[in-house]
Nanobody, 125 residues
Framework: QVQLVESGGGLVQAGGSLRLSCAAS????????VGWFRQAPGKEREFVAA????????SYKDSVKGRFTISRDNAKNTVFLQMNSLKPEDTAMYYC??????????????????WGQGTQVTVSS
């Protein structure tokens, strides 16, 4: 069993930056791919980015490419999402999730078996 805890969310002006962290406990995340998802009020949860267990494969939602960067530090059992040039449409609750497979970096929610509780990101215009 893996417990995931997100942190780093907050209120930021458009154009600003935030760095989200996803810390794992219970066991190592070292063999799981990890993804970030977000959900805005009244909308479905959507894929943002994912990274394979060694970090050699990364995938991004088209609208965040060039602005967001996912990375991981397996020694610290933590995955990060650096978000730059934030836009009001990035406002959402952000969740990290561990995939059942080590190299899955796709958007299918059903492939992710462990989820955190989320951290709120609010971008003001």
């Amino acid at each position: 069993q893996v417990q995931l805890v997100e942190s780093g969310g907050g209120l930021v002006q458009a154009g600003g930056s935030l760095r989200l962290s996803c810390a794992a406990s219970g066991r190592s995340l070292g063999t799981n791919a990890v993804g970030w998802f977000r959900q805005a009020p009244g909308k479905e949860r959507e894929f943002v980015a994912a990274i394979s267990w060694r970090g050699e494969i990364m995938s991004y939602k088209d609208s965040v490419k060039g602005r967001f960067t996912i990375s991981r530090d397996n020694a610290k059992n933590t995955v990060f999402l650096q978000m730059n040039s934030l836009k009001p449409e990035d406002t959402a609750m952000y969740y990290c999730a561990a995939a059942r497979r080590s190299h899955y970096t796709g958007p299918s929610v059903s492939e992710y078996v462990y989820w955190g509780q989320g951290t709120q990101v609010t971008v003001s215009s």
